[in-house]
């Protein structure tokens, strides 16, 4: 599988974004997919996740601002961000996995090559 992550950007506090993470190869319905961020001088933390049949589990930083979905007719997971605050500036990982619970501690069969989010106050 390999994972395309687009929909970074600069945008004001309070504002929204949606990233995509296009996928193409192996059998796009077999993958969980989670959403990773890494903010300067952090390391890299879990931010969201989706099941191969929908179900979603947020971290708490996120919930009720962040919001995932998939589509697997058309190969593509969204996140959409809504009320974007500064700390939410970092590079934004969509990765892909069989087995759910690893990807949930951060390891994952495929990874995207990330796009940048800059929230500014």
């Known amino acids: 599988v390999q994972l395309q992550a687009s929909g970074g950007g600069l945008v004001q506090a309070g504002g929204s974004l949606r990233l995509s993470c296009a996928a193409s190869g192996r059998t796009f319905s077999n993958y969980h997919i989670g959403w990773f961020r890494r903010a300067p001088g952090k390391e890299r933390e879990l931010v969201a996740t989706i099941s191969t049949y929908g179900s979603t589990v947020y971290v708490d930083f996120v919930k009720g601002r962040f919001t995932v979905s998939r589509d697997n007719a058309k190969n593509i997971v969204y996140q959409q961000m809504n009320s974007l605050q500064p700390e939410d500036t970092a590079v934004y990982y969509c990765?892909?996995?069989?087995?759910?619970?690893?990807?949930?501690?951060?390891?994952?069969?495929?990874w995207g090559q990330g796009t940048q989010v800059t929230v500014s106050s």
């Open positions: 990765a892909a996995a069989v087995n759910y619970s690893r990807l949930r501690t951060g390891v994952a069969d495929y």
